[in-house]
C-alpha cells in the first residue's frame, strides 16, 4: 500500500451511506442462477471457482487489507447476497428488473460499495450507480459510461474502448499492409494481411468496437474487408460460426480480428478446420484456461494485446494471498478478485476520514502512478480517471507453454521480447515492422 501516516482523532462518523465510525459495508452479489450455472458447465467450474471459492480469497485479501491500508479507523466489511439477476441474461441486453432489484438489495444491506467481478455488468452497476452505490470492477464499460456514471463506477481496465485501441493499434502498426506471416496456411503467409473483424451483436460491445473500422481507416489506412456481427449467446452457435467462417473465408480474410465472447472462438476454430481455412487470429486476451478451448492447431496463430502473465510466486495477488492465507486453497480467478478490491483499497485509503463518494472520486484521482513491472501493466491517475490501465504488451498463444495461472500447458508468452508499451492510445509499437513472435519473426 502507498504509505500514509497513521491516523489519530475522528473520522467523522456516518459520512455516507454504508460507512460508519468503524464500518465500510461492501456487498457481493452470488450469481447461481440457471443460465450463469449452464455457462459455467460448458466452460468449466475450475476456470472461474466457486462461489464459496471466491468468497474465501475475498475475505482473506479483505482482511490483510483492512489492516494494511489506513481507513481511518474504520475496517471493510463483506456482505454477500443471492443474486436474482445473472450476467448471462444482463450481458446478453436483458436483465434490467432483476439487476434492479439486486442493487436495490445491495442498498438495503447498507452498501457504501460493490465489488461483484464476474457478476458485475453494465446493468447492475447502472442500477447500482442510480442507489448511489460505488462498483469497482464492472467489465468491459465503455470509457463513456463511466463518465456518465461518476462519481460511482470504475474498473481497472482496460475498459472496452482501450481494448478496441490496442487492437486496432497492433493491427494498424505491425500487421497491416505486410505479408500474413503467422497464418496457419502457407499460401496465406505471403498475402499482404486482409483484415475481418468478428463482433458479437449486443449493446455491450456495439458500444466499442462499432467505430473500430472507421478507426483502423483514419488512423492507419486499413480497410477492413468485412466487419461481422453475430447474436450474442454464452452459449454459442456453431451454424453461425460456419456463416461467419465462410464469409470471412469468401472475402480472401488472412487475419481475423476476433472480439469475441469466450465461447466463440470454440466454434470458429472448429468451422475453420472443417472449411480449410487457417488464417491469423488477433483475440482479446481472455484469461489461460478459456484459450485452451479453441482448436489448438488454430489458436496457435493467435496475437493478443495484454499483460503476460507473471511466474505464480513473482505475482502480487499470489503472494499477498499467501500471507492472508498460507495453506488454504487457491481459486482459479484469485488475480482476478485481488485487482478490483486492491484498486478499492487505493481509493479508499486516498479519500480520507471523510469517506463519501465524492472524496472517494478524488482520492482516486489522487493517487500515484504505479511503479513499473506490476503484474497489472502500468496504472495512471488524475482528474476525470475511472479506468487507470495505460500499458499493454503484445502476446503469442503457445500451447506448449506451462501457464504460470494453473500449471496446465497452454499460455500466452511475450511478442517483441516482452516490451511494455506506455499510453494505450499512442504506443511506441514500431511501425511497419512485422511482430517478433512465436519465438521468431515469421510462422
Known amino acids: 500500500p502507498i504509505c500514509q501516516p497513521a491516523f489519530h482523532g475522528d473520522n467523522g462518523g456516518a459520512t455516507a451511506p454504508g460507512v460508519t465510525a468503524k464500518t465500510i459495508t461492501v456487498t457481493y452479489r452470488e450469481a447461481i442462477?440457471?443460465?450463469?450455472?449452464?455457462?459455467?458447465?460448458?466452460?468449466?467450474?475450475?476456470?472461474?471457482?466457486?462461489?464459496?471459492?471466491?468468497?474465501?480469497?475475498?475475505?482473506?485479501?479483505?482482511?490483510?487489507?483492512?489492516?494494511s491500508f489506513e481507513l481511518y479507523g474504520r475496517h471493510v466489511v463483506l456482505k454477500p447476497?443471492?443474486?436474482?439477476?445473472?450476467?448471462?441474461?444482463?450481458?446478453?441486453?436483458?436483465?434490467?428488473?432483476?439487476?434492479?432489484?439486486?442493487?436495490?438489495?445491495?442498498?438495503?444491506?447498507?452498501?457504501?460499495?460493490?465489488?461483484?467481478?464476474?457478476?458485475?455488468?453494465?446493468?447492475?452497476?447502472?442500477?447500482?450507480?442510480?442507489?448511489?452505490?460505488?462498483?469497482?470492477?464492472?467489465?468491459y464499460v465503455s470509457t463513456a459510461f463511466l463518465e456518465q456514471n461518476a462519481?460511482?463506477?470504475?474498473?481497472?481496465?482496460?475498459?472496452?474502448?482501450?481494448?478496441?485501441?490496442?487492437?486496432?493499434?497492433?493491427?494498424?502498426?505491425s500487421l497491416a499492409h505486410m505479408p500474413a506471416v503467422f497464418a496457419g496456411s502457407p499460401a496465406l503467409r505471403h498475402r499482404q494481411r486482409v483484415i475481418g473483424v468478428v463482433a458479437p451483436d449486443n449493446p455491450i460491445y456495439n458500444a466499442c468496437d462499432g467505430n473500430s473500422a472507421q478507426?483502423?481507416?483514419?488512423?492507419?489506412?486499413?480497410?477492413?474487408?468485412?466487419?461481422?456481427?453475430?447474436p450474442f449467446s454464452i452459449a454459442g452457435d456453431a451454424q453461425d460460426a460456419a456463416n461467419m467462417v465462410a464469409q470471412?473465408?469468401?472475402?480472401?480474410?488472412?487475419?481475423?480480428f476476433c472480439g469475441c465472447d469466450p465461447e466463440t472462438p470454440i466454434y470458429m476454430t472448429k468451422a475453420a478446420n472443417q472449411q480449410d481455412y487457417h488464417p491469423e487470429w488477433i483475440s482479446l486476451n481472455i484469461a489461460d484456461p478459456y484459450n485452451r478451448l479453441p482448436d489448438q492447431a488454430q489458436w496457435s496463430h493467435d496475437i493478443a494485446g495484454g499483460q503476460v502473465l507473471l511466474?505464480?510466486?513473482?505475482?502480487?495477488?499470489?503472494?499477498?494471498?499467501?500471507?492472508?492465507?498460507?495453506?488454504?486453497?487457491?481459486?482459479?480467478?484469485?488475480?482476478?478478485?485481488?485487482?478490483?478490491?486492491?484498486?478499492?483499497?487505493?481509493?479508499?485509503?486516498?479519500?480520507?476520514?471523510?469517506?463519501?463518494?465524492?472524496?472517494?472520486?478524488?482520492?482516486?484521482?489522487s493517487l500515484p502512478p504505479s511503479l513499473p513491472g506490476g503484474m497489472y501493466g502500468q496504472w495512471k491517475f488524475?482528474?476525470?480517471?475511472?479506468?487507470?490501465?495505460?500499458?499493454?504488451?503484445?502476446?503469442?498463444?503457445?500451447?506448449?507453454a506451462v501457464s504460470p495461472a494453473d500449471g496446465k500447458l497452454g499460455a500466452y508468452r511475450p511478442c517483441n521480447g516482452g516490451?511494455?508499451?506506455?499510453?494505450?492510445?499512442?504506443?511506441?509499437?514500431?511501425?511497419?515492422?512485422?511482430?517478433?513472435?512465436?519465438?521468431?519473426?515469421?510462422?
Open 419 to 443: 516490451k511494455e508499451y506506455a499510453d494505450v492510445g499512442q504506443p511506441a509499437l514500431p511501425a511497419g515492422r512485422q511482430l517478433q513472435c512465436f519465438d521468431r519473426g515469421g510462422p
Open 215 to 230: 478507426l483502423l481507416a483514419q488512423r492507419f489506412g486499413v480497410h477492413v474487408a468485412t466487419f461481422i456481427r453475430y
Open 311 to 365: 511466474a505464480e510466486g513473482d505475482q502480487e495477488a499470489y503472494r499477498v494471498l499467501r500471507m492472508a492465507d498460507p495453506t488454504g486453497p487457491v481459486v482459479a480467478s484469485y488475480a482476478s478478485i485481488y485487482e478490483p478490491l486492491l484498486l478499492l483499497f487505493d481509493a479508499l485509503q486516498a479519500a480520507g476520514p471523510d469517506l463519501t463518494p465524492s472524496t472517494f472520486e478524488h482520492g482516486f484521482w
Open 382 to 400: 488524475g482528474p476525470g480517471t475511472f479506468d487507470p490501465s495505460a500499458s499493454f504488451q503484445v502476446e503469442w498463444w503457445d500451447p506448449h
Open 81 to 139: 447476497f443471492l443474486a436474482h439477476g445473472d450476467f448471462i441474461t444482463e450481458e446478453s441486453g436483458g436483465g434490467q428488473a432483476q439487476a434492479q432489484q439486486d442493487a436495490d438489495t445491495a442498498k438495503s444491506l447498507g452498501a457504501f460499495a460493490d465489488v461483484s467481478l464476474l457478476a458485475s455488468t453494465i446493468p447492475y452497476a447502472q442500477a447500482l450507480a442510480q442507489q448511489h452505490v460505488i462498483t469497482v470492477g464492472a467489465p
Open 151 to 173: 462519481p460511482y463506477v470504475y474498473m481497472p481496465g482496460p475498459d472496452c474502448n482501450k481494448l478496441t485501441t490496442v487492437s486496432d493499434t497492433i493491427i494498424g502498426r
Open 33 to 67: 442462477t440457471g443460465p450463469v450455472a449452464a455457462a459455467i458447465g460448458s466452460i468449466g467450474a475450475s476456470l472461474v471457482g466457486s462461489n464459496a471459492q471466491t468468497l474465501a480469497a475475498m475475505r482473506a485479501y479483505i482482511s490483510i487489507f483492512n489492516r
Open 248 to 256: 470471412l473465408k469468401a472475402k480472401g480474410v488472412t487475419t481475423v
